[in-house]
């Protein structure tokens, strides 16, 4: 085939780390095409032929993607959602809802906080402020120079767990225990269509929440693109070794 398509979300961190993947893909002396894809849109695409792979989708949520009979393979990093707060707040075990001015959080993290408002009744009571991904940053910026204390649910990796802004807190996990992984989804049939060792590559590449942090502050805080923030993880520039 004359190129492969990778879909992905059309954020920051998705991009990035399909410009890692295609990296990968190239050098398997492969052509690589990009498809932004709403999240509604992931699925439809991979049945319609119109991805090849899919960069990524997060299991078990995304479940349903394998119902459609697409191949899931790899592992390239492990999606956390815990409470934090801002390192200058200085909170630690014991910590309240008293402890806070709001509750920040994304679209993407809130039924994970409507479901902890059932074991912390106390929470409900916080300003709840819920923000878009690429604007987490900049928001908690304006409310440690404002001097305010939101607690925060934010999903891991994201630009904000490279800088040394928030801290995780104690007893904050919102997940339960259950384990998030990022995966490399193929569309039916493409195993039959490319080389096995690609595959192979695919299936045992890693980035690490440190790793896809550091990729999504180079994009979206940094101003790189997804293909420049890629290539200096990849030269071993992105992150002090």
Known sequence: ????????????????CASGVARVIEANGEEVAYADLSRDERLPSLDDGEVDILVSAWFP????IRSHGHEVIG???????????LRTAGKGA???????TSLLTTANALPFVEKMFGQRPDLKELPLDVVATEE????????EDAGHCPLVAVWQPHAIFHSDMLETLPDGDLLAGEVQTARLVLRKGLRDEVDEDL???????????KVMS????????????PGEAAESWQRGRLIPR
């Open 136 to 143: 987490v940053f900049s928001r908690l910026k304006q409310a």
């Open 61 to 64: 949520q995304d479940e349903v």
């Open 94 to 100: 014991g910590w309240g809802a008293g402890d806070f």
């Open 214 to 225: 550091a990729l999504d502050y180079a994009v979206s805080i940094d101003g790189m693109s």
């Open 199 to 209: 595959l192979d590559e695919l299936s045992i590449m890693m980035l690490s929440n």
């Open 1 to 16: 085939m004359s190129y492969l398509t990778i879909g992905h979300l059309y954020t920051a961190l998705h991009a990035a």
């Open 75 to 85: 592992s390239l990093y492990h999606p956390e959602l815990q409470f934090s707060a």
